[in-house]
């Protein structure tokens, strides 16, 4: 069965991916185990601590599975039952972790945020001073498009002596992250956010505390043992056979951003989220947030009548674009606009120009 190709995908992963790469992504699958393989993988970690401000002596493990993987490979390996974490819960990503926790039965307390709410220090206050271990939060919750506040977060965890683990999975790229300023021990993401390459990939950077942490400690689960990807990406190298063509793929990735520049690549994301968050102004759409990420813009219709949903659904049947719809509550009242991937400003023309025949026709209004 062949799945019809979109027009233009505003998606929040996966995302629109350049020629180059997908033409790697078509390319033989070479044999792994060789001092070339070994070779990429280091040039993989050297470019990903950098380009996350990462501390002298930080190490990066290169997780085959999606970003999820990343997420409970980083959570089962650095907390137990005897650790208890503080929980930003608003939206399904946040919700994520708590489910994480429950399944390795590692106590939590979830702050929990409504839709498209930013986390204030009233929301910290509570727990100052309590006797947490540890702090996991989505640096941006996708779901709702939310950029969580980094150096408020990051004060209290200094201040509290709580191990802060940050899952950047959509926002690396998007938005400017400093690990070693916000001393977080965990920075994540993965292969089919803004690194723009295909789904299977999950990237785990560790500070050095976090790294003596896993190697002094007993493994929980056999293939998402960080331990085991340490040890092994020591030589340049994965325990078991990992996502090849992927890995590939993100080290000319990688590569090309360092040719470019981080905060040049940053820039142009950046710079094709706030020419839409301009544009889209005087559309009756009402942006759900006060403190949107630069990775997607979350919109509500301010027509009742119009279903966020049904927008994504015309969209998607008679234009080929593919915007982010919402499930659960949220179908009807939110859908987002992605910013991340091989996008230009171009792409917002196409997408205006077809919010403009659907004014013109009265379907928005
Ligand atoms: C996409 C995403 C994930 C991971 O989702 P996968 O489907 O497992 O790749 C986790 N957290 C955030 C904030 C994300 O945007």
Known sequence: ??????????AVGPVPMEESLMALGAEPIPYFRTADFSALMKENERLMKQFVHAEEGARVA??????????EASVAGLFSKNDRLLIVNGGSFGHRFCEICDVHGI???AIGLSVGESLKPEHLAPYEGGDFTGFLVNMGETSTGVLYDMPMIADF??????????????TFLADEIDMAALGADVVLTGSQKALAVAPGVSVVVLSPR????IYASKPVCYYLDLKAALVNGERGQTPFTPAVGILIQLNKRLCDI?????????AKTRAVAEDFRCRIAKYPFVLATDSPSNAVTPLTPKNPDLSAYRLFEILKEEFDIIICPNGGDLKDKLFRVGH?????????DILFEALDALVARGVIS
């Open 340 to 348: 991340i991937g091989h996008h230009t400003i171009k792409d917002n």
């Open 157 to 170: 965890c200094r201040r509290n002596h709580l191990s802060l683990v940050v899952d950047a999975i959509s």
């Open 258 to 266: 360092e040719a470019e520049g981080f905060e040049n690549a940053l």
């Open 1 to 10: 069965m062949e799945i019809k190709k979109d027009h233009l995908n505003f």
């Open 107 to 109: 106590p939590y307390e």
């Open 62 to 71: 290169f997780l085959t599975g999606s970003g999820t993987a990343a997420m």
């Open 210 to 213: 976090a790294v003596e942490k």
